[in-house]
Each structure stands twice: as structure tokens, then as C-alpha cells.
């Protein structure tokens, strides 16, 4: 069962029915009315299109026993978590398995304290996916894969690696979970916040020199945090983090900006940012909070420093919720840079 059909939550519940699986969707109401017409489409890049038939559902009440699945996937927004698995609280156990795809650090954490009975996964999954309209997945290219570990101490992830591979993903094992979780959220923090508070595409954004280096900084921070917290850097499918965290460390700015600048920009393609899409989307509530906010919230408890992650979380937070004036900082570098220069006085002047 996928709580949470979306992009990702179709793709890889589509290709695990596309592979024999028994698949349930649980998605919106247009979701469900797509698929009951015309089945779920995968378009690939290069033209091709998968269609298939999986079960769709728009409430959990729908399900009449949701113990019987092997595996629940969730890939609701982190903010959404506890709302969309409420209804399950009490009624899984062991053998099902509960795969957490969701971008951020704590997923993991939440589930294995709400569900302690049930072994929980820890996954990262690097595929550009959208949908063009409901029911149709388009997958820009298919050289991404999925990162798997286990997160309690009861999780075998084997069977689930095998379910995955047979479904033709690139599925990796890592032996730690928070490594391979805290190396995804280095690489989702580049390009995400900092452009959604500027409203501002990071290919233009990254036009500022200024931007770069809080991008930069941003990074170098959570780099920090994550050395303070004893958590190693791993590459992550599509990401050399590694060699990216070594390179911040010894090469200089300008050599920095010649060769990650171009990443940068055209990483994305023309998507947008995830927190630019919510913000302009109107959402309430952001996953900033698992990303710059628990980086910033990670080293205060360590003693690292951290003005730019928590300059950039509070910010973005403030404009979600009526403190701050998004317009202030709307197509604005110099105001966000002022404020984060603010936040380093701020740590100089309170030594």
C-alpha cells in the first residue's frame, strides 16, 4: 500500500504492479477517478508508456484490512505524516514492513515511535517525476534509484530490495540509515529554500554571487552538524556527496563556483523547487522543518553554529505563517543577505 500517490508514490507503486505485485494507491479523488478509467500511465523520457491497473483508494477507511499488506510506503509530505497515518495507529505489526520515501531527517524517528511493533525503512529515492495531469507519471530520465536501509533494528530490508529490483529499479542497500537520510537532505537543501523566499527560479537566483555563497554556507553548516553528530557523508544514488564535502572544505570560492554553478542551475531543469511549488501553493505548513530547520535545530544541540540554516528556516516559516512579509525578500538577494549577515554579527557579538 502507497499512502500518499503521488509523483514518487506512483512510480513506484506503478512499476511494482507493472512487476505482479498487489498494489494500492491511496491518493486524491482525481487519482482515483483516472485510474478507474484509463489505468495509471508511466511515460518515460524517451517515448515509451507503461499502463497498469493498480487498486486506488481515497481513505484508508476504504481498506478493509490494512494488516494483510507486506509493505507500507509512505510518501505523504512530512508534515502530513501523522494525520495520514493516524488510522493505522494499532493496527500493524510485524511481518508488514512500513518504507518511509519522504525527503528530510525524522521520518524514520516518528514512525518507529508511533508504530514500535512494525519494522521500519529508511529510503531515498533520487527520480525526476512529475504529473502532467492526474493518473500520468512522466519520468524526465531513468538513471535514478532508490536508497535503502533499515532503520529499526527488526527491519530486514532484503525483501523489499528484491521487490524493488525486480521491478526494475536501481535499488542500493546502505548499512546506516542516517547517513544515507542526513546525505539526501545535503543535497535537498541546495537550490530549495533560498530560492522560495526570493521567489525566485534558482537558475536566476544563482545569478547573485551573494546566493551562491549562502547556498555554500548552508552546506558547509550542515556539514558541520552532521561531523558534530557523528554522521559520515555517503553518496547517495545521483549525488557525489562525498567529493562534494571534501570539495568544501579545500577548494577555494571561486573554483567552487566554476564547478558547481552549472549543477546548480541545470540540475533542476525547469522544475522548481519543492518549497517554492508548497509556498506558491499556498500550503500552511513546509517541509523547510525537516530540512534547514533540523539542521539549525540538530547543531544547537551539538553547539554548531548555524545562521544560515536558521535564518533561512525562520524566514521561510514566517512567511508561511504571517510574520514576515514575503514581499520584502521577493526578488530581493540584498534583503536576504542582510539578514543572514545580521545573524552572524548576532553569533560574533554573543561571542
Given at each position: 500500500m502507497v499512502i500518499g500517490a503521488g509523483a514518487i508514490g506512483c512510480l513506484v507503486g506503478g512499476r511494482l504492479s507493472l512487476a505482479g505485485h498487489e498494489v494500492t494507491l491511496l491518493g486524491r479523488k482525481s487519482l482515483v477517478d483516472a485510474v478507474h478509467a484509463d489505468g495509471l500511465h508511466l511515460r518515460w523520457h524517451d517515448g515509451r508508456t507503461d499502463v497498469t491497473r493498480p487498486q486506488v483508494v481515497e481513505t484508508l477507511a476504504d481498506v478493509p484490512d490494512a494488516a494483510s499488506f507486506a509493505?507500507?510506503?509512505?510518501?505523504?509530505?512530512s508534515f502530513d505524516t501523522a494525520d495520514a497515518l493516524a488510522p493505522l495507529r494499532g493496527k500493524l505489526s510485524a511481518p508488514t514492513r512500513l518504507l518511509s520515501l519522504q525527503n528530510g531527517v525524522g521520518n524514520e524517528e516518528w514512525l518507529m515511535k508511533t508504530f514500535p511493533d512494525v519494522p521500519v525503512l529508511a529510503?531515498?529515492?533520487?527520480?525526476?517525476?512529475t504529473i502532467p495531469q492526474p493518473g500520468i507519471i512522466f519520468i524526465a530520465k531513468d538513471s535514478g534509484a532508490i536508497g535503502i536501509a533499515a532503520a529499526s533494528e527488526t527491519a530486514d530490508p532484503a525483501p523489499v530490495l528484491d521487490a524493488l529490483r525486480q521491478a526494475g529499479f536501481n535499488a542500493r542497500l546502505y548499512p546506516d540509515f542516517r547517513a544515507m537520510k542526513w546525505s539526501k537532505l545535503l543535497m535537498n537543501i541546495i537550490s530549495n529554500a533560498i530560492p522560495a523566499i526570493l521567489d525566485m527560479p534558482?537558475?536566476?537566483?544563482?545569478?547573485?554571487?551573494?546566493?551562491?555563497?549562502?547556498?555554500?554556507?548552508?552546506?558547509?553548516?550542515?556539514?558541520?552538524?552532521?561531523?558534530?553528530?557523528?554522521?559520515?557523508?555517503?553518496?547517495?544514488?545521483?549525488?557525489?556527496?562525498?567529493?562534494?564535502?571534501?570539495?568544501?572544505?579545500?577548494?577555494?570560492?571561486?573554483?567552487?563556483?566554476a564547478a558547481l554553478k552549472p549543477k546548480m542551475v541545470g540540475g533542476r531543469g525547469d522544475k522548481l523547487p519543492s518549497l517554492m511549488l508548497d509556498l506558491r501553493r499556498g500550503r500552511n505548513q513546509s517541509e523547510v522543518n525537516v530540512l534547514n530547520k533540523m539542521v539549525a535545530d540538530t547543531g544547537l544541540s551539538f553547539g554548531v553554529p548555524t545562521p544560515v540554516n536558521t535564518t533561512v528556516s525562520a524566514i521561510l516559516n514566517g512567511i508561511i505563517n504571517g510574520s514576515v512579509r514575503g514581499e520584502r525578500y521577493r526578488q530581493n538577494p540584498e534583503a536576504l543577505w542582510n539578514a543572514v549577515q545580521s545573524a552572524y554579527k548576532g553569533l560574533s557579538v554573543g561571542g
Amino acid at each position: 500500500m502507497v499512502i500518499g500517490a503521488g509523483a514518487i508514490g506512483c512510480l513506484v507503486g506503478g512499476r511494482l504492479s507493472l512487476a505482479g505485485h498487489e498494489v494500492t494507491l491511496l491518493g486524491r479523488k482525481s487519482l482515483v477517478d483516472a485510474v478507474h478509467a484509463d489505468g495509471l500511465h508511466l511515460r518515460w523520457h524517451d517515448g515509451r508508456t507503461d499502463v497498469t491497473r493498480p487498486q486506488v483508494v481515497e481513505t484508508l477507511a476504504d481498506v478493509p484490512d490494512a494488516a494483510s499488506f507486506a509493505l507500507v510506503l509512505v510518501t505523504v509530505k512530512s508534515f502530513d505524516t501523522a494525520d495520514a497515518l493516524a488510522p493505522l495507529r494499532g493496527k500493524l505489526s510485524a511481518p508488514t514492513r512500513l518504507l518511509s520515501l519522504q525527503n528530510g531527517v525524522g521520518n524514520e524517528e516518528w514512525l518507529m515511535k508511533t508504530f514500535p511493533d512494525v519494522p521500519v525503512l529508511a529510503g531515498s529515492i533520487t527520480f525526476p517525476v512529475t504529473i502532467p495531469q492526474p493518473g500520468i507519471i512522466f519520468i524526465a530520465k531513468d538513471s535514478g534509484a532508490i536508497g535503502i536501509a533499515a532503520a529499526s533494528e527488526t527491519a530486514d530490508p532484503a525483501p523489499v530490495l528484491d521487490a524493488l529490483r525486480q521491478a526494475g529499479f536501481n535499488a542500493r542497500l546502505y548499512p546506516d540509515f542516517r547517513a544515507m537520510k542526513w546525505s539526501k537532505l545535503l543535497m535537498n537543501i541546495i537550490s530549495n529554500a533560498i530560492p522560495a523566499i526570493l521567489d525566485m527560479p534558482p537558475a536566476e537566483a544563482l545569478t547573485d554571487n551573494r546566493i551562491f555563497q549562502l547556498e555554500m554556507d548552508a552546506v558547509r553548516e550542515t556539514l558541520a552538524v552532521m561531523r558534530a553528530a557523528d554522521i559520515s557523508p555517503v553518496d547517495v544514488p545521483g549525488y557525489p556527496v562525498r567529493w562534494l564535502a571534501r570539495a568544501m572544505r579545500w577548494l577555494p570560492m571561486p573554483i567552487l563556483r566554476a564547478a558547481l554553478k552549472p549543477k546548480m542551475v541545470g540540475g533542476r531543469g525547469d522544475k522548481l523547487p519543492s518549497l517554492m511549488l508548497d509556498l506558491r501553493r499556498g500550503r500552511n505548513q513546509s517541509e523547510v522543518n525537516v530540512l534547514n530547520k533540523m539542521v539549525a535545530d540538530t547543531g544547537l544541540s551539538f553547539g554548531v553554529p548555524t545562521p544560515v540554516n536558521t535564518t533561512v528556516s525562520a524566514i521561510l516559516n514566517g512567511i508561511i505563517n504571517g510574520s514576515v512579509r514575503g514581499e520584502r525578500y521577493r526578488q530581493n538577494p540584498e534583503a536576504l543577505w542582510n539578514a543572514v549577515q545580521s545573524a552572524y554579527k548576532g553569533l560574533s557579538v554573543g561571542g
